[in-house]
C-alpha cells in the first residue's frame, strides 16, 4: 500500500510547480527576448562590488520595496517593464566581505510575477 500511495505523493506535488525564468543581469536584460509566460516568476540578479556595508536606500511605498540608491533606476525599469505590483514582489540582498581585495561583494536578487502581455 506504501509503495503505490509514495509515488502519488510527488506526481500531485510536480502539478503544483511553477515555471521561472532568470534574468543574469537586470541591467542588460531585453525583455522582447524573454520566453517567459504571463504570471511565471521571475529572478532576476544584479551584482557589484561596495566599500561599505551598510548601503543607501530609497523606499518606494507604492510598490512596498527598499531599493539601493546607486541601482534604483535599472531596478525600477526592471520592475516597472516585467513585474506585477503584488505580494510575490521581493528584493533580497547577499552581502559577502572579500578579506583579499577588502570590499564587500554584493548581489540583488529581484523576484517577482511576470507581467507578459
Do not use: Q, W
Not at 520595496?65 to 535599472?74: E, P
Amino acid at each position: 500500500m506504501y509503495k503505490i500511495l509514495i509515488p502519488l505523493i510527488f506526481i500531485n506535488f510536480e502539478s503544483f510547480a511553477k515555471s521561472f525564468c532568470i534574468i543574469e543581469n537586470l541591467k542588460n536584460f531585453d525583455n522582447e527576448r524573454m520566453n517567459c509566460k504571463n504570471k511565471d516568476f521571475v529572478f532576476g540578479y544584479l551584482n557589484f562590488n561596495s566599500e561599505n556595508k551598510n548601503l543607501d536606500y530609497i523606499v518606494d511605498n507604492k510598490k512596498n520595496i527598499k531599493v539601493v540608491k546607486k541601482y534604483h533606476k535599472n531596478i525600477n525599469k526592471f520592475i516597472d517593464d516585467l513585474c506585477y505590483l503584488d505580494n510575490y514582489l521581493k528584493i533580497k540582498e547577499i552581502t559577502d566581505f572579500d578579506e583579499k581585495k577588502n570590499i564587500f561583494k554584493v548581489v540583488l536578487i529581484i523576484s517577482c510575477r511576470i507581467k507578459n502581455e
